[in-house]
């Protein structure tokens, strides 16, 4: 799976939008870009995912850059709920094998009051 | 809720003991799995169930450790003689089978090793 590289952590008034940036320079045609965040205290949540269009779900919105080797993930109206470390995963589907999970360092989003 | 659910929720034992964690994955998902993760660390994978298919158990750490799953529903992860390096939240995952599906996770279980 390629490397990502993701600030170290961020902070957003909340209500503002929050936008989360990921390079992933690497990437290979077939690799997937998935987004999840880990509250503390609670097993990490699955945000959004694409392959190269923009996706948008009840969460949050993907942009992929036109040559996919960077994506940002945007939280329209950050809330103090928000605060979370947010983890950016390049991977491809590996058929018939085990398909873990590996987290990076990921981003510490801090939303101020 | 619809969720993926593990208990207990926290589980404190002392050294030598045997501890069984549970995990109920979403409905219909097919593949599940068991991660650790250390305090302040990334995930570190144990095992992966998909279907009727023999498990990946590449990630286990010992022989005191083990797991099982009945058809697509519950599954069960054991460690025997437990010692304290296994303190950590326990994590269980799952999701649809089909390419490139998300993983769910449970909230975990913060296993205590006095």
């Known amino acids: 799976d390629a490397k990502t590289t993701q600030p170290t952590s961020m902070d957003c008034a909340e209500g503002r939008a929050a936008n989360l940036p990921c390079n992933h320079s690497?990437?290979?045609?077939?690799?997937?870009v998935y987004w999840y965040r880990q509250i503390h205290s609670q097993g990490p949540q699955y945000i959004i995912h694409?392959?190269?269009n923009n996706e948008t779900n009840e969460m949050a919105s993907l942009i992929i850059t036109e040559d996919r080797k960077s994506s940002t993930l945007i939280l329209p109206h950050a809330t103090l709920r928000d605060t979370a470390v947010y983890y950016c995963?390049?991977?491809?589907?590996?058929?018939?094998?085990?398909?873990?999970?590996?987290f990076g360092s990921g981003t510490q989003l801090t939303v101020l009051p | 809720g619809a969720g993926v659910s593990q208990s207990p929720s926290n589980k404190v034992t002392e050294k030598g003991k045997d501890v069984e964690l549970r995990c109920d994955p979403i409905?219909?998902?097919?593949?599940l799995y068991w991660y650790r993760q250390r305090l302040g660390q990334g995930l570190e994978f144990l095992i992966y169930?998909?279907?009727?298919?023999?498990?990946?158990k590449s990630g286990l750490p010992s022989d005191r450790f083990s797991a099982e799953r009945t058809g697509e529903s519950v599954s069960t992860l054991t460690i025997q003689r437990t010692q304290q390096e296994d303190s950590a939240v326990y994590l269980c995952?799952?999701?649809?089978?089909?390419?490139?599906?998300?993983?769910?996770f449970g909230d975990g279980t913060r296993l205590s090793i006095l």
């Open positions: 995963i390049v991977r491809v589907h590996n058929s018939g094998s085990a398909r873990q999970l590996t």
């Open positions: 995952a799952s999701s649809l089978a089909v390419s490139n599906q998300p993983q769910h």
């Open positions: 690497t990437i290979s045609g077939n690799e997937y």
């Open positions: 409905s219909g998902h097919t593949a």
């Open positions: 169930f998909q279907g009727n298919s023999a498990p990946d």
């Open positions: 694409g392959l190269k």
